[in-house]
């Protein structure tokens, strides 16, 4: 004799089998833990960065990007592969110097690294990375970095990966880039902010939960006294130009 399955009985065994193959088919997300790298240096350094939690190959592709694009953000780095290394070279350099020029008091050469994940969604991780620099002289030079990865593979994003680059949405940038300085689009000459040339889009463009944001570091708006220049276009307006999310 067969038994009879009611309807509510088929409904909770249908749930059950949805929840278990959604969970399965399912990508899952990258955790991250932030990490410091101490050791006893002479020069005062410091670094706290995140980096993918798990052991898996996406995680692993992860990790290596972004401490490949610290390195690519600090100076005399060339064919450095390790964040160590430049770790210790730039310690031995601090020593070296001191070595050659006993007589003179030389404050601590600085190197300071930090990141922060600002966003993550099931396709892109953005993280900040701000470095500073200092080997006497003035001031040191501090910069960020927006770095976007496909949450998916752990490949680094370009501008052409995350949005349509067009000139509407070059306009609709120009437009928040103005109201970010507090000026008028009337009699405005963009050249006065772009050494001579037209409006130009940041190098650094990444995701936050307000939207899509655009940096410009020191020097690259106007004079150092003008220093960092931020601002956020909200996912609304955005969302037309936008290949991921």
């Not at 410091?36 to 410091?46: F, L, R, V």
């Not at 992860?62 to 953000?73: D, M």
């Not at 600002?118 to 701000?130: G, H, K």
């Not at 998916?152 to 509407?168: F, M």
């Amino acid at each position: 004799m067969i038994n009879k399955i009611s309807l509510n009985q088929l409904s909770i065994v249908f749930l059950v089998s949805t929840l278990v193959f959604s969970c399965i088919s399912e990508p899952k997300s990258i955790s991250f833990e932030n990490n410091s790298y101490e050791n006893n240096y002479e020069a005062n350094i410091s670094v706290s960065i995140d980096e993918a939690a798990d052991n898996s190959e996406v995680g692993k592709v992860i990790n290596f990007k972004i401490k490949e694009a610290i390195i690519s953000t600090l100076s005399d780095t060339t064919k450095k592969t390790s964040l160590e290394s430049v770790l210790e070279d730039f310690d031995s350099e601090f020593i070296n110097f001191k070595k050659q020029f006993p007589e003179a008091s030389h404050p601590a050469w600085e190197l300071h690294i930090e990141t922060e994940k600002v966003y993550q969604s099931e396709d892109v991780i953005t993280l900040s990375i701000n470095t500073y620099e200092f080997k006497g002289g003035a001031h040191g030079n501090d910069k960020i970095k927006f770095l976007n990865i496909d949450a998916k593979t752990g490949e680094v994003l370009n501008l052409s990966d995350i949005v349509e680059n067009s000139e509407t949405f070059k306009a609709l940038a120009q437009d928040y880039f103005l109201k970010s300085i507090n000026v008028s689009t009337e009699d405005t000459q963009m050249e006065d902010y772009f050494f001579g040339k037209p409006f130009q889009l940041p190098e650094n463009i990444g995701f936050s939960e307000d939207g899509l944001v655009f940096l410009y570091n020191v020097y690259e708006v106007a004079s150092y006294d003008q220093g960092y220049t931020e601002f956020v276009i909200p996912f609304n307006d955005v969302e037309p130009y936008l290949k991921v999310k």
